[in-house]
């Protein structure tokens, strides 16, 4: 395992309970990174501090990420804290149902934008001018092959995703003058507790599309992260870093 100079550093990691967030803070502890763990899910983040046993390295916060209000003040404890932010890891997501889209509760539709899209929006909006005080930072947004081909049945989780691409490409050209650098990961079908929230037959249909023929794994999306977190990502901004197994074609 690679081990990168994060030492001093501080990451902000939403939805870092579980899966892949989770697996990213473990990640960036590793090469010597405090985090800050966002979570909707304020019990599962304690939890999360416990088993990562990193005392006084660790932060939990219950944070609602689409709601500008915690969002912002999650940021200024954040700061408070820990003196800055470096690193800023948008992973917090949900799914939804599947159905197709006439048939898709209006509500959910909008929770799931808001969520997995808008929430990548707020934090954004809150972490950057932290990092522009130093001019320095590194931003991931997780978001999906889904956002890049579309899968059926999962037409609001399709769009905020492909939304969150647009988005990265967009606030990469606009810090690029910086030493911001603002890049994307697309992972194909993780196991991870977000696959509860789809049928089995939606997950057999993404496995049967991914040509290495497995799953991946939180490891392989963490390191990819923790890359793209590092000073070694020094050339790439507004990029999408494919880990879906051979799925994309760009």
């Excluded at 690029?176 to 992972?187: E, F, L, Q």
């Excluded at 993780?190 to 939606?202: C, H, M, R, S």
């Amino acid at each position: 395992m690679n081990r990168y100079d994060l030492d001093g550093k501080v990451a902000v990691i939403t939805g870092a309970a579980r899966g892949i967030g989770y697996s990213a803070a473990e990640r960036l502890l590793q090469s010597g990174a405090s985090i800050c763990i966002w979570d909707a899910d304020g019990e599962a983040a304690q939890t999360a501090v416990e088993t990562l046993n990193a005392p006084g390295r660790v932060l939990a916060r219950r944070v609602d990420i689409a709601q500008w209000e915690q969002v912002a003040a999650a940021t200024q404890a954040a700061v408070a804290a820990f003196g800055g932010i470096d690193m800023l890891v948008n992973n917090a997501g949900i799914a939804g149902p599947n159905l197709p889209l006439w048939e898709f509760p209006v509500e959910t539709w909008r929770q799931i934008i808001d969520i997995d899209l808008v929430g990548v929006f707020l934090c954004c909006r809150a972490v950057v001018p932290v990092m522009l005080e130093k001019n320095a930072g590194r931003i991931v947004n997780v978001s999906s092959v889904a956002g890049k081909e579309g899968n059926p049945n999962a037409s609001g989780y399709s769009a905020a995703k492909a939304g969150v691409i647009a988005l990265t490409k967009s606030l990469g050209k606009e810090l690029a003058k910086t030493n911001i650098r603002v890049n994307a990961i697309t992972p194909a079908t993780v196991a991870t507790d977000i696959l509860k929230q789809f049928g089995q037959e939606q997950v057999d249909y993404m496995l049967s599309r991914i040509p290495i023929g497995r799953l991946g794994t939180v490891e392989e999306n963490a390191a990819m992260i923790a890359f793209l977190c590092s000073p070694d990502c020094s050339f790439s901004t507004g990029a999408v870093f494919d880990t879906s197994g051979g799925r994309c074609t760009y």
